[in-house]
């Protein structure tokens, strides 16, 4: 019997990688949908030849025609969502970030693991499934010698036109606690240098103002166009994250970490080199077998059929993510360091 999905939310991300990873699955069936309305549903449905337009999140996750739910909302909605799915018998596999803060993000854990039998997982920070595992094994191997220093950056202009309208990610009411691409990225310096230890944060609302596309009226900006983080990874090294989009010609997205025998520069599109101390600047080359490119949906699908622990990425470690995430934004509206 095939394994019939249900999506919850059918935006970008799921009609460009979830759908098209999906049905790359062997016995796997898109069978429903349930977007924000009945109409954008139906576009979807009609567009990917999916059979059942629900009439809400909470008739898909009532259905028995479904064995699974991809949660697409965006993140004031994961929470409530994932949370339904998972008492309705649903695996579940949520979009990032994980939800709008810690404490939802702490409910949909406790949900999992109320829910054992069940997988959980979320869509994961995408940009080093090239490198990722094999900057892990350089710096555990002590390539770098001992890291000192990181340098997390994100530098470009999209903010700049106050004319463009108003997008989700600019509501603190749709994005919660989550700042542009903070989030991402700490989940990827998770992964290879381990957890952050305390934070302190600054930021800055450059355009105060845009276009609400749907009232027709101008709203209120209220996520920064400007964020820097700094603050101690739990090894000791100092970190320093600077995200803007105000910021054209900026150095697009790049992570140096700093070591006392050697640097290694990453930068967006998965390259990197290590550069030893006196010595000369060679390319980060994949471990063989490492390289393993986009693979959500198959994950998810194996994690169900075979009982394959989930790794990219569990609950657990969004709530490792969504700590940060909420300690540098308590930091940013009330000052002071934050204690992870």
Request: hydrophobic share 40%; net charge negative; proline share 5%.
């Amino acid at each position: 019997m095939a394994l019939r999905i249900g999506l919850i939310g059918a935006g970008a991300n799921t009609a460009s990688q979830h759908i098209p990873g999906f049905r790359r699955c062997p016995g796997v069936d898109v069978t429903g949908v349930a977007n924000r309305t009945e109409a954008s549903s139906r576009r979807i449905a009609d567009q990917f030849g999916i059979a059942t337009v629900f009439s809400s999140p909470e008739a898909l996750c009532a259905s028995p025609d479904i064995d699974a739910v991809c949660i697409g909302t965006w993140p004031y909605k994961h929470r409530e969502f994932t949370i339904m799915a998972l008492e309705a018998g649903k695996h579940v596999l949520c979009e990032a970030r994980m939800a709008t803060d810690l404490e939802a993000a702490e409910d949909m854990l406790a949900a999992s693991e109320r829910n054992p039998g069940l997988v959980s997982q979320l869509v994961p920070a995408p940009f080093d499934f090239r490198l990722g595992p094999t900057i892990t094994r350089l710096i555990a191997e002590g390539a770098l010698g001992d890291v000192l220093e990181v340098a997390v950056t994100l530098l470009n202009g999209s903010s700049l036109d106050a004319s463009v309208p108003l997008h989700w990610r600019q509501r603190a009411d749709y994005s919660g606690k989550n700042v542009m691409m903070f989030g991402i990225f700490v989940e990827v310096i998770q992964r290879w240098l381990g957890d952050h230890r305390d934070v302190l944060a600054s930021g800055d609302i450059v355009v105060p103002r845009r276009l609400d596309t749907e009232t027709g009226a101008e709203a209120e900006v209220t996520v920064p166009d400007v964020y820097v983080v700094t603050g101690h990874l739990a090894r000791g090294a100092r970190i320093t994250y600077h995200f803007s989009s105000v910021a054209a010609g900026g150095d697009a997205s790049t992570i140096t970490v700093f070591g006392s025998k050697a640097t290694l520069r990453w930068r967006m599109g998965d390259t990197a080199v290590i550069h030893p101390h006196g010595g000369q600047p060679a390319e980060v080359t994949p471990d063989a077998g490492t390289d393993r490119g986009w693979k959500v949906e198959e994950d998810f699908v194996a994690s169900i059929r075979d009982g394959a622990p989930v790794k990219l990425t569990s609950f657990a470690d969004g709530v490792r993510y969504m700590r940060v995430i909420d300690a540098a934004h308590n930091s940013y509206t009330g000052g002071g360091v934050r204690t992870i």
